[in-house]
């Protein structure tokens, strides 16, 4: 009986210790630090670069021809979808390519984005559309 006991009172004190383990994570004060400046950091680099981007004023023009709330409602599913897919990215691609690879594919995909652009916007006519 006394084992028994024993080996129960350990239980109980890895149970204790894996919650303060668990506890401390988010209740220090440098992990939450690190957190809010990686929340600010996606935050306003998405902010900077999505004001401009094709997705904003595809939006915007929705917005004036459709029902305000429907595009508002569409837009805000697709970046949560869009943000789901690129961190499951960011996630899994580190894992099975390496770092030095991702950051030349990323580059080359930037690189291809950008002149695609370019040459789409060479290609637009001067007219307003309707």
């Known amino acids: 009986y006394q084992r028994k006991k024993t080996d129960n009172n350990n239980d109980s004190n890895n149970n204790n210790n894996n919650s303060d ?5 988010f209740d220090n004060p440098k992990n939450a630090k690190d957190f809010l400046k990686g929340l600010f950091a ?5 902010i900077a670069t999505e004001i401009g981007d094709k997705t904003f004023f595809i939006a915007a023009i929705l917005s004036m021809k459709n029902d305000r709330m429907a595009v508002f409602g569409g837009a805000i599913l697709a970046l949560i979808i869009m943000t789901i897919l690129s961190t499951m990215m960011g996630l899994v691609l580190p894992a099975l390519v390496p770092k030095k690879y991702t950051h030349l594919i990323g580059g080359i995909l930037f690189l291809y984005f950008g ?3 370019t040459l789409e916007s060479r290609g637009m006519e001067d007219k307003v559309s309707e």
């Open 21 to 25: 383990n668990d506890r401390a994570k």
């Open 42 to 46: 996606s935050f306003s680099a998405i």
């Open 115 to 117: 002149v695609k652009l």
